[in-house]
């Protein structure tokens, strides 16, 4: 489960900013909303869902991008273990924007976050611009106690990097000196170890691969989950009970599969179509008629496009970042959602982070106060994150009403407009 995220000089922020999942003392639907440690009652109980609200470009979804960010150069940056052969390796991962209204827009992206995975804590961070990794490292809680595993970091001066490995990092001193060696610049030690089939960092890499999902505002969500579980009749059962759940109005979905030619950047080449058929009732007899699913309404198309991928965060206990969760969706739908997380029905501890403008869910007997969080600007056009509990609310404050009256902040400023 994630335990807390910061990030510092990545697009809209500037100083460091931390999301945390860790549960206060509050006992408010501490069963439903929170989950207790996997390694029993010595580590504090973690959150299952957080929201971020704020206005319209106060920094929202940079946060959720740098998570994507930090994802993509986990599982990417070991891409290019060796030079292609041109002998100029080019870097696949995304690139790392800094904060580009400070004094200076030389200083590295950063990234760390705190993972507990079967009950063992990890801290993993990094410090890099797309050029070059100037700082990694990684430290591990096995049995409460910190031991540092690993780090790296790049001195001007010499233009070398110092490595350090702690006694607890396994490996022959042959075996660790490849990995090193093996290292580019511009790519992390994490990744390039795990690709030379070092199973001791494993664990951390495979979340990054398996247990985070972002899904970041104007990218559809790839509905592939969604077809596979078309194609088996259990899954199809589960994917149409959520469906139904929804109240979207489909009897039943059909997926069928035909060969055909495919658009493949501009050219058409052979490939498989999927077409899904959504099947309505007619309301005088028992004959169904057959839609195609783009036919339906927006949200219902948005509903199947997050099925495969819901069910599967929820199975499979992933984090899931969703940025802008209302877009076409209904309230109902939105609460719906969150709920599914925020349930004890949530066995394997699956968490949602989301951005939303949707208010009503400021709804305390949805959310608790410590699962709210806000972004706005600060005096330095930066984006600020803070929680809700920064304000100290009653217990039984109404939070919708006294967000939109603005006292927690993170409202839009609506200038006057003469026309």
């Known amino acids: 489960m994630l335990v807390e995220v910061s990030v510092a000089n990545f697009r809209s922020i500037a100083?460091?900013?931390?999301?945390?999942?860790?549960?206060s003392h509050d006992a408010a639907h501490l069963e439903r909303n929170a989950a207790m440690p996997v390694g029993g009652d010595k580590g504090p109980r973690l959150l299952r869902s957080a929201v971020i609200y704020g206005p319209n470009a106060a920094g929202k979804s940079n946060v959720l991008r740098a998570l994507e960010t930090f994802r993509q150069w986990v599982l990417r940056s070991s891409g290019l273990a060796f030079p292609p052969p041109s002998g100029i390796p080019d870097n696949p991962c995304p690139p790392l924007t800094p904060f580009l209204l400070g004094q200076s827009d030389d200083d590295p992206c950063e990234f760390d976050i705190v993972l507990d995975?079967?009950?063992?804590?990890?801290?993993?961070?990094?410090?890099a611009r797309r050029e070059r990794v100037y700082r990694e490292w990684l430290v591990?809680?096995?049995?409460?106690?910190?031991?540092?595993?690993?780090?790296?970091?790049?001195?001007?001066?010499?233009?070398?990097?110092?490595?350090?490995?702690?006694?607890?990092?396994?490996?022959?001193?042959?075996?660790r000196q490849a990995w090193q060696n093996s290292t580019r610049d511009d790519a992390l030690f994490l990744s390039t170890a795990v690709q030379l089939n070092n199973e001791q960092l494993r664990p951390l890499h495979d979340w990054f691969r398996d247990g985070l999902i972002v899904l970041l505002s104007?990218?559809?969500?790839?509905?592939?989950?969604?077809?596979?579980?078309?194609r088996d009749d259990d899954a199809r059962s589960r994917l149409m009970a959520f469906m139904q759940a929804a109240d979207v109005g489909i009897d039943r979905l059909e997926l069928r599969e035909e060969e055909g030619k495919a658009s493949l950047q501009g050219q058409n080449v052979p490939g498989r179509l999927c077409r899904v058929l959504a099947w309505h009732k007619k309301a005088t007899d028992t004959c169904e008629v057959e839609f195609d699913l783009n036919n339906e309404s927006d949200g219902t198309q948005k509903l199947f496009e997050?099925?495969?991928?819901?069910?599967?965060?929820?199975?499979?206990?992933?984090?899931?970042?969703?940025?802008?969760?209302?877009r076409s969706l209904h309230p109902k739908l939105t609460r719906f959602l969150v709920e599914r997380f925020n349930s004890r029905q949530n066995e394997k501890n699956a968490q949602l982070i989301f951005t939303t403008h949707d208010t009503s869910l400021l709804d305390p007997e949805l959310l608790r106060r410590d699962q709210i969080w806000f972004t706005e600007k600060d005096d330095k056009r930066a984006t600020r994150l803070y929680s809700l509990l920064d304000y100290s609310p009653r217990k039984d404050e109404a939070l919708e009403r006294g967000y939109l009256k603005g006292r927690y902040g993170a409202l839009p400023v609506i200038g006057h407009w003469k026309w």
Not at 17 to 22: E, H, R
Not at 117 to 127: D, K, N, P, S, T
Not at 218 to 230: A, E, T, V
């Open 306 to 326: 997050f099925a495969g991928g819901w069910l599967r965060a929820l199975d499979t206990g992933a984090t899931l970042f969703v940025d802008e969760l209302d």
């Open 117 to 127: 995975l079967e009950g063992v804590r990890y801290h993993y961070g990094l410090a």
């Open 140 to 175: 591990s809680y096995p049995k409460g106690r910190p031991q540092r595993w690993f780090e790296r970091g790049y001195q001007p001066g010499t233009q070398r990097y110092e490595w350090w490995f702690g006694p607890a990092f396994r490996g022959e001193r042959k075996q």
């Open 15 to 23: 100083d460091r900013q931390t999301l945390s999942l860790v549960a």
């Open 218 to 230: 104007g990218i559809r969500w790839n509905p592939g989950l969604s077809l596979d579980m078309l």
